[in-house]
């Protein structure tokens, strides 16, 4: 399996852009976690997909953040507007019960917002 | 609610020596323990997990860890400690499954430096 992916790989933009990061989980795993990791405020669970359905967005930080789920193969993370301090490493991971639950990781998306 | 605390922001060891990192955990009910790895601008890897049986549970890398139910604690050791063995180390708890959440909740991670 080619595990967790996730593009883009790196973000540069501007204040003010909107910003989508994708992710495509691994095939059979039916949760689906986004991440922002940052060195001030360390890993942050952001939201959480259950079978493509959004169990837990507490973890958003504002409504500028939105993420979907549209089918089983596919998320996004959507920032709009972006502003400096949503400059981090986004991660995505996914899960399935059969593994008791065991995130793999993908690499990351390394935003930054000038 | 579910918790995790490592209480050691960096941990430093000499080569070959044995090394471990601490984890203590809160949670209602039997708890599923898991540690991961995260090298430099890399995701977080997973290294080992505990759902039940034996105490000491093997994972990679020469990695393992051992549960202790009574302390609460779930401590990652390896016998003999590599310099390619430095890395950020997260601890992660979760509740066992109630057919609800079933994020992991993750410890702020310990910086283990191996030193020649």
């Known amino acids: 399996d080619a595990g967790v992916i996730q593009s883009p790989r790196h973000e540069v933009t501007e204040m003010g852009q909107e910003v989508t990061l994708r992710c495509k989980p691994i095939s059979g795993h039916n949760s689906l976690f986004w991440y922002r990791q940052t060195m001030m405020r360390g890993l942050e669970l952001l939201i959480y997909f259950n079978n493509n359905v959004p169990i837990d967005d507490s973890g958003m930080p504002e409504d500028r953040f939105s993420a979907k789920m549209p089918n089983a193969s596919f998320s996004t993370l959507k920032i709009q507007p972006s502003e400096p301090r949503d400059s981090a490493v986004y991660f995505c991971a996914s899960s399935s019960p059969t593994s008791a639950d065991t995130q793999y990781f993908g690499p990351g998306t390394r935003l930054t917002v000038l | 609610a579910q918790s995790v605390a490592q209480p050691e922001d960096q941990v430093n060891v000499a080569e070959g020596n044995p090394l471990t990192v601490k984890c203590t955990y809160s949670?209602?009910?039997?708890?599923?323990l898991f540690w991961y790895v995260q090298y430099p601008n890399r995701g977080l890897q997973f290294l080992l997990k505990y759902i039940t049986g034996d105490n000491l549970v093997k994972g990679s890398y020469g990695f393992e860890a051992e549960f202790n139910k009574s302390q609460t604690s779930f401590h990652l050791k390896k016998p003999s400690a590599l310099v390619s063995d430095s890395a950020l180390y997260f601890c992660a708890v979760r509740a066992p499954y109630t057919g609800g959440g079933n994020k992991l909740t993750f410890g702020t991670g310990t910086q283990l430096k191996v030193e020649l």
């Open positions: 949670v209602s009910g039997n708890p599923y």
